[in-house]
């Protein structure tokens, strides 16, 4: 898989936290996690698959292996930046894989330039075919599932 440049990756996080997320149209979402070793606040600029009321679905696009995903497993506590929201605490819980391809699938379908646009950034050929997902997406692309906690 292709690394996005860090300085890329990390442009929209003064936006974000200016409370102007909204000018990402609810595509992008910013994440703030814990450092599982250290405890220091860490935040993650992700691309939302699924919205849903109170939630979204994002995706591990570089695998199980990258920082953010290791973070929130350990500690799925986390505060979500979404369009006009700003830094409210929610949960975030890794979907089984067969929900997961279940998930990209329709994101295929749904948003063909936006995941052929995906695919190409992160190096996953098989997101851009119009065959049928590879048996083992789930595994290799987690999704996160990152829903709102009521006050």
């Not at 975030?92 to 948003?111: G, K, M, S, T």
């Not at 052929?116 to 996953?124: F, N, P, Q, S, Y």
């Amino acid at each position: 898989m292709r690394r996005i440049p860090r300085w890329l990756a990390r442009a929209p996080i003064p936006v974000f936290r200016s409370g102007f997320g909204w000018v990402f149209a609810g595509v992008l979402v910013m994440v703030e996690h814990r450092g599982r070793r250290s405890g220091l606040p860490r935040y993650v600029i992700l691309e939302t698959v699924v919205a849903e009321p109170g939630a979204v679905v994002v995706p591990c696009g570089f695998g199980s292996r990258s920082q953010w995903f290791r973070n929130v497993q350990a500690d799925p506590r986390v505060r979500l930046w979404r369009g006009r929201t700003v830094g409210v605490r929610a949960l975030a819980h890794v979907l089984p894989p067969a929900e997961a391809r279940e998930l990209l699938d329709r994101y295929r379908r749904e948003h063909r330039l936006r995941a052929r646009l995906v695919a190409r950034v992160i190096g996953l050929p098989g997101l851009r075919a119009r065959d049928p997902l590879p048996a083992d997406i789930g595994v290799r692309v987690p999704l996160v599932r990152i829903a709102t906690v009521p006050r």
